[in-house]
């Protein structure tokens, strides 16, 4: 990758033994370098208009995805039934025709799976994974909008392309770092402060827009955009307590209903204008 081509040339340029002093020096400018090269790279914008770090093409990407995704369907019982894959598609696809997609995914696929965790996940190229155990949280039509709504919003707006190119300018940089500093200890601090300084925020940053981005959505396909708050009501009352946000990569309980309610705002109007327009899924389990 060019980035890593960039610090090789470089470290060849500048050696790597030499004082405490010179050491420090060539950290300066080996962050400098490292900075440098990411914001170059950093030139898409997500669907809110957040910039993002991007790495890889779409098709890449897309294929990762979908090798993951049938992985996964060998190793997780897949839930055939008529009633509850006919129920999820039937609100996926309400979901998708008011979806504005620029990935290149040329169809998605819904899975069904028999696994008792709240749960449902998305992956690059279309994939669409619900758990079973979801169903008791999401309780009506308009609550599993609100989730499947979220996972859509992750794959449009690359999400899964943007942590992978995060871990990749992560690993390099730390790499290009062991190359100058010969201090596990300083390696491991380095690499904490990689870890909670700068992924989670990244995380939190995703899973906010696509709650955004979801939320959007449902309203527009013709799905009460208030189930949204009910659904994280729901989720709260399931999870307790949660670790400090400031440590994970979720927003709290709190800070997402409110920003959902906040969203309603805007995306009521579009739901009424969504029913005045004639979209009104009819889904049912």
Not at 120 to 125: D, K, V
Not at 196 to 203: A, K, S
Request: aromatic share 4%; hydrophobic share 40%.
């Amino acid at each position: 990758m060019q980035i890593q081509q960039s610090f090789s040339s470089y470290f060849k340029s500048t050696g790597a033994g030499g004082s405490a002093k010179r050491h420090s020096a060539r950290l300066t400018r080996l962050l400098s370098v490292a900075l440098t090269l990411v914001f170059i790279a950093a030139c898409a914008t997500s669907p809110t208009g957040r910039r993002q770090l991007v790495l890889l093409d779409d098709p890449e990407i897309n294929q990762m995805g979908a090798e993951a995704f049938e992985e996964m369907k060998k190793q997780i019982p897949i839930d055939r039934g008529a009633g509850v894959n006919g129920y999820v598609n039937c609100i996926v696809n309400a979901l998708l025709a008011v979806t504005d997609d620029t990935t290149g995914v040329s169809q998605w696929e819904v899975v069904v799976f028999r696994e008792n965790s709240a749960n449902a996940f998305a992956l690059p190229g279309g994939k669409i994974g619900v758990h079973t155990g979801i169903l008791p949280v999401a309780r009506t039509p308009g609550q599993l909008a609100a989730v499947l709504g979220h996972e859509i919003a992750h794959v449009i707006a690359r999400h899964g392309n943007e942590r992978v190119s995060q871990s990749q300018a992560s690993n390099t940089v730390l790499g290009a770092v062991g190359a100058v500093v010969e201090n596990e200890a300083v390696l491991g601090a380095i690499g904490a402060g990689a870890q909670f300084g700068v992924m989670l925020p990244f995380g939190r940053a995703h899973e906010t827009e696509a709650d955004v981005i979801g939320q959007e959505l449902m309203a527009k396909a013709g799905f009460d955009p208030s189930e949204s708050v009910k659904l994280w009501e729901n989720m709260a009352e399931l999870s307790g307590d949660q670790p400090p946000e400031i440590m994970s990569t979720h927003p709290a309980h709190d800070t997402r209903i409110s920003d959902l309610r906040e969203g309603l705002t805007k995306n009521l109007p579009l739901y009424q204008l969504a029913q005045n327009e004639g979209r009104r899924p009819n889904c049912r389990l």
